[in-house]
């Protein structure tokens, strides 16, 4: 079988290797669609925490179960998506149900090889039934589950004002989730056309410009005067971080989605007399897939709207460089396999 093997920061080899043989308690998935994510993209680029090379990257994945193993409830022949993120089912964070956070976790296309591949093996738990969705929207609910996840973490309510900073993949997806929970929300960004997306795609009614507009006054004229409960940041970017911590409302949210190396610096005392939280999302669990595939089959989703860019398998090497370039308007690219 071919696969795509990323030897370095900035290199990527499609190659031949053998076909791996399904052990016990695994199952075999023949990929067919591929999402590129910004993991991918960092992992590129050589700035993704937690990661070694060589590695075979890609985890929005689906396609065809041709070997079940045993897997209760699946049939050889159907369509497929996984939960990437292997969990080990002993450590604190699965006995109090949280796998997305395990302690030994082990992420498809970071810390174990991935889908950039004909052919995928993976623990049967980690099955998702197509139900009925294609390839594509298949291939996009890991990304938007991450964003329902982080929705969820919030405990977002109905009318309060939830600010997203970063308008890329997974913070259009916490748009998404977020305006299911009937929030209103106000979209923040430095790319134009992102934001332009924001409005015209998704129907966001706020949009800020951070390279342009003064964001506190913006967002105090927006809330009129209280700011949002709810800050969420999708960028991985420290500076966005950091600036992140004075557009709280007081008792407000924040919650970390991107993630970047270095260390956050905040004002304890503004943080504190605001009484508010911050607190971390990690990955998504088997229930924000299930509420995404529900989402998209009553039409509250609509993944078209995310793929910008397609690309066969054999040829992602020459093209997968252009995809960090934000002038060529990437905002999900699809391999198909």
């Not at 994945?61 to 070997?67: A, D």
């Not at 090889?113 to 594509?136: A, K, Q």
């Not at 989730?177 to 998704?202: P, Q, S, V, W, Y």
């Not at 964001?215 to 970017?237: C, F, H, N, Q, Y």
Request: glycine residues 10%.
């Amino acid at each position: 079988m071919h696969a795509i093997v990323c030897e370095e920061p900035g290199r990527l080899v499609f190659k031949e290797q053998a076909k791996p043989e399904v052990k016990e308690g695994y199952a075999q998935i023949r990929i067919r669609r591929i999402g590129v994510c910004g993991t991918d993209l960092h992992a590129f680029e050589g700035t993704q925490p937690y990661f070694t090379y060589p590695r075979i990257l890609g985890h929005e994945l689906s396609g065809e179960l041709v070997e079940p193993n045993g897997a209760p409830g699946f049939e050889k022949g159907e369509i497929v998506t996984i939960i990437p993120y292997f969990n080990c089912g002993v450590c604190i964070a699965c006995r109090w149900g949280k796998p997305n956070c395990c302690a030994q976790i082990n992420v498809c296309g970071v810390h174990v090889d991935g889908g950039m591949t004909e052919y995928l093996n993976v623990p049967i738990h980690s099955l998702v039934h197509g139900d009925g969705l294609s390839y594509d929207e298949l291939a996009l609910v890991e990304p938007l589950a991450i964003g329902a996840h982080s929705i969820r973490r919030a405990n977002v309510k109905s009318g309060e004002f939830v600010l997203v900073i970063g308008a890329g993949p997974i913070g259009l997806g916490i748009m998404e989730f977020a305006h299911i929970a009937g929030a209103k929300i106000i979209a923040m960004d430095l790319n134009t056309k992102r934001l332009e997306f924001c409005r015209d795609r998704l129907n966001i009614d706020h949009i800020i410009n951070v390279s342009t507009e003064d964001v506190p006054e913006r967002l105090a004229t927006i809330t009129k005067g209280d700011m949002p409960t709810v800050v969420i940041d999708a960028t991985g970017s420290l500076k966005a971080i950091n600036g992140g911590f004075q557009y709280m409302a007081h008792g407000a949210r924040y919650i970390l989605v991107g993630l970047q190396k270095g260390d956050i610096t905040l004002s304890h005392p503004e943080f504190h007399k605001r009484e508010a939280t911050l607190m971390s999302s990690r990955n998504a669990t088997r229930e924000d897939f299930e509420h995404v595939i529900a989402s998209m089959k009553k039409g509250l989703v609509q993944p078209s709207n995310y793929i910008t860019h397609r690309v066969q398998f054999d040829k992602v090497t020459n093209e997968f460089k252009s995809w960090l370039d934000p002038a060529n308007g990437v905002i999900k690219a699809m391999i198909e396999v």
